[in-house]
């Protein structure tokens, strides 16, 4: 004689499960690791091949909002225990947490309510840690079963209800349980070849006053299973409770009801048929019997399972895959060659984090660039957050240097990007160095030389020219892009430097009338008067930039869309500009 | 040719009427925030598919929502996306997928851009809108492996 075995749950989450789990954990439970009402769902039309799956969703949560307007799905409850530690979380009494379950299970089955109401039938429990800061879970599950009897026996191998059932018989059950929402009731044969539904309850009464009559009684459940041999837990669950409450029955009918529509076809065929041959069980008494069922996890032992989320639920990956995303739009239809890695990967050191530096690092921001690097030796002060795009009113009442206060700000609109402020002091020419700063004046020279060297585009956006004319000197001797951008009253200038070609570089022959980008010249060549102090002998006025405040807003935008531009040509910034004629 | 809310609310709801004729699987979701419908299935290789069509204010269209998770509640990357649908790229309409914060839920999906909808239902305008309507979600739903049965488009 065969015995049935069984096939167990699979647990199935929804990521809105795990997005309301953490906001109840954050507004409601906080600290309160009490057990939790909630519940699941199993299918019966699962497609063949397909686990048993056992499904948690965002509204599990909700006592009130039982799976609404859904059909084929049966719901379970269970036992949510959220503890606070991960210590908690792996020294947890399992065996005492599956016994409290699975007794609230028994009680409800020697007490008849289970009879009553099958969705009795099943309970879980579920037991999870969540690293709110790292966005990873982990999570066990139980589905309690009883260990008694010890073996179901078979009367005749398992088969397709096809095999047993005609045609008709088969189109008469599946009429029969059109309406059918309950997870297991019975199937009494009438005389003129229907069948009509009563609950377990009643076909439990009716076989123990009439044993003989068993062959008439067709036990249905609802089975999560697709195995073509073992049906799922809840079967197993069924024949527990009816080998409890049957006293002397020698057969039980029992069909696992699988039931699929595809295309307003309806399919039942693979529904299984089971015989078994029950042995009472009732003399165990109302003690709980022995129970197991937790999950095993994908290596197959019996163990905890955990789950990484933190690209769809940190705030940070977010915003990189939001920012990455908006900016591919442009190359759905406008620019589908656009280069972004490029910028992406570009480092820029931006000279002064004024009004120009500000706006600039924006605009680079916007683009996707990642890395950004302020230099600057002045402190915000109460006129500049206005205009100086990175401060607030509250950096001027700190009088916080300019430089880091902008790298802070850039972090702080958006975490993914890097980057850092350098108080530094532009050496510049025409500006006396004493005795007791010399020292000092070359420590500066030195690191301003190693940024130039560690970034790959450079922005002149001081406010004097002669705070320029190192950099440029600089920038030439790295081979660096340089940028510079100015601003008078009304009127801008934004000049690309050439860039000196390496000897080894041989000039390009694939384009026709360009200028080679190491003939281009620098803001001094183009300049007539040679750098000196320029803010001796000036008023108030024509030392700070006076200047209409968009034209920062413009020339900054027009600096780095040029960038932009420079960088999506094949040759980059080694030869070549496109003469327009 | 654009819908009103209305006309979208109506579409929906005659959807999932119909998908209860024929026992398909949408789900109506009403919310003091707005209706939606939803359909969620699992395939053989165990990926949930989870379709969420909800009106844009924006565009007047409908907008087809997706994200296809892991048994664990894990979402798929938007790579993982591509590579998924990659053989049934015959049109540029993939390159309109992106990512979005649902308006209702608030949690990230993906979405195909709605910027070419209206376009796409011009070829449909003398059409009831029911009509417009299963048009749009057959064409947009093909492509991120949305089953839609025929009878839909069957009186």
């Known amino acids: 004689m065969t015995t049935l075995k069984f096939v167990p749950y699979s647990s199935a989450f929804d990521t809105g499960f795990w997005h309301e789990l953490t906001r109840r954990k954050l507004e409601v439970y906080r600290l309160d690791s009490s057990n939790q009402s909630i519940f699941g769902y199993y299918a019966n039309d699962a497609n063949d091949n397909m686990p048993a799956l056992f499904n948690v969703d965002h509204q599990c949560f909700d006592e009130n909002n039982k799976i609404s307007n859904q059909q084929q799905l049966y719901s379970v409850n269970g036992t949510l225990k959220l503890v606070n530690t991960i210590e908690e979380f792996k020294t947890f009494d399992i065996d005492s947490a599956l016994k409290t379950e699975s007794s609230l299970l028994w009680n409800d089955f020697v007490q008849g309510s289970t009879l009553e109401n099958p969705q009795k039938l099943n309970r879980f429990y579920l037991l999870i840690f969540a690293d709110l800061k790292k966005y990873i879970y982990h999570y ?93 837990w809840p079967v197993r669950n069924l024949l527990t409770l009816l080998y409890y409450h049957l006293r002397a029955v020698e057969q039980l009918n029992v069909i696992c009801w699988r039931e699929r529509f595809r295309d307003d076809q309806q399919y039942v065929n693979h529904s299984l048929y089971l015989q078994l041959k029950p042995e009472s069980i009732s003399n165990i008494g109302d003690a709980v019997p022995p129970s197991a069922g937790w999950e095993k996890n994908e290596r197959q032992r019996l163990g905890s399972r955990q789950v990484n989320l933190s690209t769809s639920m940190n705030p940070i990956h977010l915003a990189e895959t939001a920012v990455g995303l908006n900016l591919k739009l442009m190359k759905w239809r406008l620019a589908p060659e656009i280069d972004l890695e490029s910028l992406e990967k570009m480092h820029c050191l931006l000279l002064g984090a004024g009004t120009l530096g500000c706006n600039v690092a924006r605009c680079l921001m916007a683009w996707g660039v990642k890395h950004v690097t302020f230099v600057d030796n002045s402190r915000i002060s109460y006129s500049n957050p206005v205009r100086q795009t990175l401060f607030t009113f509250q950096d001027s009442c700190e009088n916080r240097p300019k430089a880091q206060a902008a790298a802070d700000a850039l972090k702080a609109i958006y975490p993914g990007i890097k980057s850092i402020g350098y108080d530094l002091t532009i050496p510049m020419p025409g500006h006396a160095v004493g005795e007791s700063t010399i020292e000092k004046v070359k420590e500066d020279v030195n690191l301003l030389h190693d940024l130039i060297r560690q970034h790959d585009v450079l922005f002149l956006l001081t406010d004097s020219r002669e705070s320029r004319w190192l950099p440029t000197v600089i920038g030439a001797v790295e081979q660096k892009l340089v940028l510079c951008c100015a601003v008078g009253f009304d009127s801008y200038v934004i000049i690309r430097h050439g860039v000196p070609a390496k000897e080894s570089d041989t000039p390009p022959t694939r384009y026709k009338n360009f200028l080679r980008g190491d003939k281009l010249g620098c803001y001094f060549c183009n300049d007539i008067v040679a750098p000196g102090d320029s803010s001796i002998d000036r008023t108030l006025d024509q030392q700070c930039t006076v200047t209409r405040p968009g034209i920062s807003m413009m020339a900054s935008a027009l600096s780095v869309e040029l960038l932009v531009s420079i960088m999506q040509h094949p040759l980059r910034l080694a030869y070549s500009e496109i003469k327009t004629s | 040719m654009a819908f009103t809310l209305d006309e979208f609310y109506k579409c929906i709801s005659d959807l999932y009427d119909q998908s209860k004729k024929i026992h398909d699987r949408w789900q109506l979701i009403e919310t003091s925030k707005g209706s939606y419908l939803i359909y969620s299935f699992i395939d053989n290789n165990c990926l ?35 590579k998924l649908f990659m053989h049934k790229k015959t049109s540029n309409m993939y390159e309109t997928i992106t990512q979005q914060e649902h308006p209702i839920l608030h949690r990230p999906f993906f979405i195909l851009h709605p910027c070419h909808t209206e376009s796409l239902l011009r070829k449909v305008v003398d059409q009831p809108t029911k009509k417009r309507f299963i048009f749009w979600l057959s064409i947009y739903g093909q492509s991120v492996g949305l089953p839609l049965s025929v009878n839909y488009a069957i009186d």
């Open chain 1, 140 to 232: 066990w599950f139980a589905f309690p079963t009883f260990l008694v009897p010890t073996a179901f026996n078979l009367s005749s191998p398992v088969k397709p209800i096809g095999e047993q059932f005609s045609s008709d018989e088969i189109g008469a059950i599946s009429k029969t349980l059109e309406a059918n929402k309950l997870h297991a009731c019975c199937l009494h044969r009438e005389q003129n070849s229907s069948f009509a539904v009563i609950n377990l309850k009643q076909a439990v009464e009716n076989l123990n006053e009439k044993p003989q009559s068993a062959s008439e009684y067709i036990f249905i459940v609802n089975d999560p299973s697709t195995d073509p041999v073992h049906p799922g």
């Open chain 2, 48 to 82: 949930k598919y989870e379709f969420h069509i909800v009106y844009s204010e924006s565009y007047s269209v409908p907008v087809l929502y997706f994200n296809i998770s892991n048994l664990d509640g894990s979402l798929l990357s938007l790579d993982d996306v591509w």
